[in-house]
């Protein structure tokens, strides 16, 4: 199984920026589509992005479209998630998820459980 690392979470005030990059091992990182998720507290994980497994084709949620982007760097078996203009609101912890047997160009889903394996976590919080 693929085993993922999340880092690049922290403080940041209303309206700054954050990249998040999540760190593939243990397969071969360009078999999996990636998605990212977040929980915010009190409230249940929800889909934020989804890059396909080339990396050409991405998926973001209503909430943070035209503020967030998803790529991924094959060789480096890297994906990233670059948050401009963040908001209150964006805080949550950010999870990355792979998803293997989808092919090259298709979109990874939205729906949690139809994940192969899950990142632990960093925290982004974003102050106003």
């Known amino acids: 199984q693929v085993q993922l690392v999340e880092s690049g979470g922290g403080l940041v005030q209303a309206g700054g920026s954050l990249r998040l990059s999540c760190a593939a091992s243990g397969r071969t990182f360009s078999n999996y589509a990636m998605g990212w998720f977040r929980q915010a507290p009190g409230k249940e994980r929800e889909f934020v992005a989804g890059?396909?497994?080339?990396?050409?084709?991405?998926d973001l949620a209503g909430s943070v479209k035209g503020r967030f982007t998803i790529s991924r760097d094959n060789a480096k078996n890297t994906v990233y998630l670059q948050m401009n203009s963040l908001k209150p609101e964006d805080t949550a912890v950010y999870s990355c998820?792979?998803?293997?047997?989808?092919?090259?160009?298709?979109?990874?889903?939205?729906?949690?459980?139809?994940?192969?394996?899950w990142g632990q976590g960093t925290q982004v919080t974003v102050s106003s």
């Open positions: 890059v396909s497994r080339s990396g050409g084709r991405t």
């Open positions: 998820a792979a998803r293997s047997g989808l092919s090259s160009s298709e979109l990874p889903p939205r729906p949690i459980l139809r994940y192969n394996a």
